[in-house]
Structures are given as structure tokens and as C-alpha cells.
């Protein structure tokens, strides 16, 4: 008889627990205004920070169950279909309170997700130029901006978000959200974040989220956040 380690049976239960949390939406969606972009990058290129069967099940399971939730959603409402993601979150208010908790979830899913892909495939190390200036005169420096974002990170109670916001003059805040909620549902613009629900790291990290959050930071491409930051100043940045 064949001896099954703890380690494979936390797995085993943890895929099995993320199947049963993803509607069965992923398997085949609805065609509708949003589209899930390509992995900019091999599943393996975070290795070993983030493991390559993690973004697999963390792309194309979760964030495509969120597009094509969305999608469903805004199939009952072609006026909002029409409107830009950022602008969907923005005016949550205004959708019909049959599906405002649905766009909610799902609009913000798919947002948090697309700039999560975007600005992770890089080699860490520090940002230069007008960015490391505005972190230098908005968050204390670069550690101690390491330091508050973890903290925020750890202190997230549940599954959630912890986000840097950026404005158009280029200044810089921390800003935790819980869920799929995002500081675009406020109006605001997202330079960064990171996802500190348990599928983003359970399968290397188990419950170690301190852990998770510290070696994020080798797998940043700073050079593809300082543009975010370049776009938010100039004021095209969306989400």
C-alpha cells in the first residue's frame, strides 16, 4: 500500500476545495464585452517564488471564472456592457441591484487580476526613477514601504487585496481591500497589489501568507509598474 504524505493529502484537499469554490463558469463562458488577455509569460516564470501549477489553476480556473461570471452578469444589462471596466466599479451604485453584487465581485475579480498578471514575470530587486522618488517621499522608503504593505497584507482578515493607489499627481497610498473589492470601486487608480486569498499561494505556502508575501517581491517587473505609474500621472492608466 502506498504511503500518502500530509503534504500531498493538504493538496489533494486544497484542489479539491478551490474546484468546489469556482462555479462552474471557467469550464465554457458566455461570450461578452470582456476578454481574458494571455498569460504575459510562462506559468513557470515566477518559479520558485510562486509555482508554476499555482498560476495555472490561479489564471485560467479563478480569474476566467470571474470574467465569464461578469460576462453572464452583464448580459442582462447592454448599457453597462458597453461602459469601460474601470468605469463598471466606479458607478456600482447605478447597476441594477440584481446583479450589483455580482459585477462586484466578479468586475473586480477580473480587474485585480489583469493588473496582477501585468506587473509580476520580473527579477524584483527595486524601482529607479520617478517612481523610487515618489515611494521615497510618499511611503517612507523603500523598506519601510515593504514593511507597511506586508503588515497590510498580514492584517488582512480573510481573503482580500492589499493595493498601492496612485493619482494623477503621482502620489502614492497603501490601501487594503477585502473579497474582490478594489480602490477602482472608489474612483481611484491602482499602481500595484498583491492577492493575499489562499489560492495564490496555498499550494507552496500553505498557510504560511507572511511567508507568501515576502517572496512576492522577487517576481515584480519594476520596469512594467513604473509604467503604470507614467500612465496614471498622464492619465490613461485604467485598471
Given amino acids: 500500500m502506498q504511503t500518502v504524505s500530509r503534504r500531498n493529502l493538504l493538496i489533494g484537499a486544497t484542489l479539491l476545495g478551490a474546484s468546489a469554490a469556482i462555479p462552474r463558469a471557467w469550464a465554457q463562458g458566455p461570450s461578452g464585452p470582456f476578454k481574458l488577455d494571455p498569460l504575459p509569460y510562462a506559468p513557470s516564470k515566477n518559479e520558485p517564488h510562486i509555482d508554476a501549477q499555482t498560476m ?3 489564471f485560467d480556473k479563478h480569474h476566467r471564472a ?22 463598471v466599479l466606479a458607478n456600482l451604485n447605478k447597476a441594477p441591484e440584481s446583479i450589483r453584487t455580482a459585477i462586484r465581485n466578479n468586475g473586480g475579480g477580473h480587474a485585480n487580476h489583469t493588473m496582477f498578471w501585468q506587473i509580476m514575470g520580473g527579477s524584483g530587486g527595486e524601482p ?3 517612481l ?12 519601510k514601504f515593504q514593511t507597511d504593505f506586508n503588515t497590510a497584507g498580514e492584517r488582512q482578515f480573510g481573503s482580500g487585496w492589499v ?4 493619482d494623477q499627481a503621482g502620489k502614492l497610498a497603501i490601501v487594503p481591500k477585502p473579497n474582490q473589492d478594489t480602490p477602482l ?17 496555498y499550494l507552496k505556502y500553505e498557510n504560511r501568507r507572511p511567508e507568501y508575501l515576502k517572496a512576492w517581491w522577487n517576481v515584480l517587473d519594476w520596469e512594467k509598474i513604473g509604467q503604470r505609474y507614467a500612465a496614471a500621472k498622464a492619465g490613461t492608466l485604467t485598471v
Fill in 56 to 58: 495555472e489553476l490561479h
Fill in 66 to 87: 470571474y470574467l465569464n461570471n461578469l460576462n453572464a452578469a452583464l448580459s442582462q444589462n447592454a448599457e453597462i456592457a458597453k461602459m469601460p471596466l474601470h468605469e
Fill in 128 to 130: 529607479s526613477g520617478e
Fill in 132 to 143: 523610487k522618488a515618489a515611494i521615497d517621499r510618499d511611503l517612507g522608503g523603500f523598506q
Fill in 163 to 166: 493595493f498601492v493607489t496612485v
Fill in 185 to 201: 470601486m472608489d474612483g481611484q487608480r491602482v499602481l500595484m497589489g498583491n492577492d493575499v486569498w489562499e489560492h495564490a499561494y
